[in-house]
């Protein structure tokens, strides 16, 4: 029987990427969406794990998106009860909250693609045992996980824009949070963000977006980066036992 995975998502327009939906079609595994927005929650009793995405708020923005209130509760209660948790981007950011970590501003915004390098641990666990010790991240991001993090998280990627580009909780690899969101690097769901989110793009300070010539890398890598993605997650899935 296929593995059932809750996934939370923030934003209208940044459901499950194509690659996701792609690597859990092949596997098996089902996915049910919750919009937080606009729809409770369930227990995650019934669910093999959860995935947490990105999206529009900031991880402290509970004024501006009353749902993050309850849904960072609901997330301390899953990694309490130890829950499989894989999260991207927000998602990341709110597993890194949870778990004692702090959680702010990037020295700058990061859209579009940067090298990922993995570290010695990130080289050993299950998610990126397949993976080129560096490989390309899709980035769509101002906020960022901040270093030092506390003992019990493990540093699993970085790069050159962002410290924390992967971390996962010493002994338990199937609580991973990851900033980058390869699960949507196909190019149509660029292009899609770029329109949905140009308001949000166009208010970012200190970087020049060209997103033509984003998608274009896109397109370029698309083999490689759907194949990574792939490796990914099932690795991933093979945490879940």
Request: glycine share 8%; with cysteine.
């Amino acid at each position: 029987m296929g593995k059932k995975l809750l996934v939370l998502q923030h934003t209208p327009w940044e459901g499950p990427g194509r690659f996701l939906l792609q690597a859990a079609k092949r596997k098996k595994v089902k996915l049910e969406v919750v919009r937080v927005w606009v729809e409770w929650i369930p227990s995650f009793t019934s669910y093999d794990g959860i995935v947490v995405l990105g999206g529009a708020p900031n991880m402290d923005q509970e004024t501006l998106f009353p749902f993050l209130v309850e849904e960072k509760r609901y997330i301390r209660r899953a990694i309490s009860e130890d829950m499989p948790f894989l999260g991207f981007c927000l998602g990341h950011q709110l597993l890194a909250d949870a778990l004692g970590a702090k959680v702010g501003p990037n020295y700058r915004p990061a859209i579009g693609f940067v090298q990922g390098h993995l570290t010695h641990d990130g080289r050993n666990h299950p998610a990126f045992a397949e993976l080129s010790t560096t490989f390309p991240l899709f980035k769509w991001h101002s906020q960022t996980v901040q270093e030092p993090l506390p003992k019990h998280l493990v540093l699993l990627a970085t790069s050159e824009q962002c410290q924390v580009e992967a971390f996962s909780v010493s002994g338990r690899p199937h609580i991973l949070g990851v900033q980058f969101d390869n699960h949507a690097a196909n190019p149509a769901d660029i292009t899609e963000w770029f329109e949905k989110d140009r308001n949000w793009l166009a208010s970012l300070d200190g970087i020049e977006i060209k997103p033509a010539e984003i998608v274009g890398q896109a397109m370029l890598q698309k083999e490689r980066l759907q194949k990574d993605f792939d490796a990914f997650f099932d690795g991933y899935l093979k945490t879940l036992g």
